[in-house]
């Protein structure tokens, strides 16, 4: 029933929601009270009627949900605690354990404790499982078991979770927890300084302006500002952050949409820290949002070289909307353009494939635009690095190695293995990369490809067509060749694959900040960035 429910709720809860903010649907006024009123008479009588009990929040959050995505995935509904969520995400202060924790089915997984806040005071550790807090199992907890670790500042909170097996309690006493945007920043060589800019929240420009002081006063002639792995944030802070580079009122980024008060251009407004310093931005495919204004921006004036790969490719703009019982709908508002004149959205939510997935913008279809020196950039697909570094992509059977938690678990395995290691010259070995083939294969490791898909459908539709027999020899052939392709592609990656495994190792034991340490000597991205900004016939070749 709920499954026919999904169709049936989803245009009225969407008009109804739109109807009442008063949004530009105000002159359909017939046609939206007409919808409000079927989906009020429909989610009455299924209440009220159907043969089994029904519970109205779940079927209500099951429509809202199911309509927004059909939109796209940023689009959202917030609940009273998701709300608090953003608010942290925003702001980056929040009262707590100060560790980044997955919530799973039966246990709360800490991901990586935060070095000298709550959870790493009282011992905990990546790869640790906590299954009870308090006296409530995490098993039997219906609502989101992250909550249970939430509380006031000085509260304390007791908490059971396994460690290799072996069960622990530890008492954690709560603090409030200041995330940093800039997590860390230093000289890398006598010249150039690097930035890590981690995400934009209201902090971003602020703490970036002070490292970008700092360094130059240490004697920086050059910077790196390092915008990989960065999923953006406030756009306000984007435009704040190009404007430390940037003079005052120069165009940063323009919003169009189809509500008029939405379209908007963004300009720089204050004096900027330095306009001439040399400037190299390290991105990579999860480099998205308001880090693509930055290094799309700085790109399109000729005032940074962009090094990495491609850019994640999210060219949309949301907006918070207060919705009634202190619930929240985070809605796409518009679509943003750089300086040039560019959208660099991916994925066209619009149109779908007929598996409904969001198409991704052909090639072929990109339009070029020009630099403020006249270079040649292009729309459609992310911002596409100056000097694009192989290493730095990520590709389909890594990140379902990655979704699979196998990095991440053999990681915490390989801590527990070697508990006095010395990570100063750290460096996997080949005989590493055979454990950790070897580590895939035990865990049951299973990446079903596209084409694995689709051969499945042709041995069912031979099947019903009694010629299944036939081909069977030929579909095992071509399942075997998969296999072995599959194979392959882990030999083919394991450079990549061996740095995510020791970025994941070096914080075991070192945390964050050590393994920032560890990659401003061995980072090859960092290496190549330092390489440019140590030629200035090279550094401004890009940018001619």
């Known amino acids: 029933m709920k499954k026919i429910l999904k169709k049936q709720l989803l245009i009225p809860i969407f008009v109804g929601i739109v109807f009442v903010t008063g949004s530009a649907f105000k002159n359909d006024f ?112 219906k609502d989101d078991a992250g909550n249970l670790l939430k509380g006031t500042t000085g509260s304390e909170v007791n908490v059971t979770y396994l460690r290799q097996g072996k069960e622990y309690t530890t008492k954690i006493t709560r603090s409030e927890i200041d995330i940093d945007a800039v997590p860390y920043f230093s000289m890398v060589n006598a010249k150039t300084g690097y930035i890590v800019l981690d995400k934009f929240n209201n902090k971003a420009s ?42 005052k009122g120069q165009l940063v980024v323009t919003t169009k949409s189809k509500v008029q008060k939405y379209d908007r251009e963004y300009y720089t407004q204050k004096e900027p820290v330095d306009t001439n310093i040399p400037l190299v931005i390290l991105i990579n495919g999860s480099s998205a949002s308001a880090s693509e204004i930055v290094a799309g921006a700085l790109q399109d004036l000729d005032r940074a070289v962009i090094v990495g790969a491609r850019s994640f490719g999210k060219g949309l703009v949301q907006r918070p909307k ?9 809605i796409t508002i518009s679509r943003y353009y750089t300086p040039s004149g560019r959208c660099i959205q991916a994925l066209d939510y619009l149109h779908r494939d007929e598996k409904g997935n969001a198409v991704r913008i052909d090639k072929t279809k990109y339009n070029a635009f020009k630099t403020k020196n006249g270079r040649e950039v292009f729309d459609g697909g992310g911002v596409l690095p100056d000097a ?12 379902a190695i990655q979704n699979d938690f196998l990095i991440f678990n053999y990681a915490t395995s390989y801590y527990y293995k070697h508990p006095d290691l010395n990570i100063q010259n750290f460096k996997l070995t080949e005989a590493d990369f055979e454990d950790f083939k070897n580590y895939l294969n035990t865990h049951n490791f299973s ?62 034991y070192v945390y964050r900040e050590g393994l920032y340490n560890y990659n401003k000597e061995t980072n090859k991205e960092i290496q190549k960035a330092a390489e440019i900004l140590s030629k200035p016939g090279t550094y401004y070749g890009f940018l001619k």
């Open 447 to 508: 990446y079903h490809t596209e084409t694995e898909k689709e051969l499945e459908k042709v041995l069912k539709t031979a099947e019903k067509e009694q010629i299944d027999t036939r081909i069977s020899a030929d579909y095992n052939t071509l399942l075997n060749s998969i296999k072995l392709a599959k194979k392959q592609a882990i030999e083919d990656n394991k450079t990549e694959i061996l740095t995510l495994l020791t970025d994941e190792i070096i914080k075991r």
């Open 206 to 247: 602020q703490q970036t302006s002070y490292a970008l002081r700092d360094l130059k006063a240490q004697g920086a002639e050059n910077i790196i500002l390092d915008l990989r792995g960065n999923p953006g944030g406030l756009l306000v802070e984007a435009v704040n952050v190009v404007n430390l580079f940037i003079p």
């Open 322 to 330: 207060p919705l009634s019982y202190g619930t929240q709908l985070k």
């Open 30 to 141: 017939f046609e939206i009270a007409k919808q409000i009123e079927i989906f009020t008479t429909l989610y009455k009588e299924v209440n009220m009627n159907y043969v089994d009990e029904t519970n109205p929040a779940e079927l209500m959050d099951t429509a809202i949900k199911s309509m927004l995505k059909d939109l796209d995935p940023y689009t959202q509904f917030y609940n009273e605690q998701d709300v608090e969520a953003e608010k942290i995400r925003r702001t980056g202060d929040y009262t707590g354990i100060g560790a980044n924790v997955r919530t799973m089915k039966d246990k709360l997984v800490i991901i990586e404790p935060y070095k000298n806040y709550p959870a790493d005071k009282a011992g905990l550790k990546a790869g640790d499982e906590i299954i009870k807090v308090e006296n409530t199992l995490i098993s039997n907890y």
């Open 388 to 399: 694009v570094l192989a290493t730095n992509k990520n590709n389909l059977i890594t990140k």
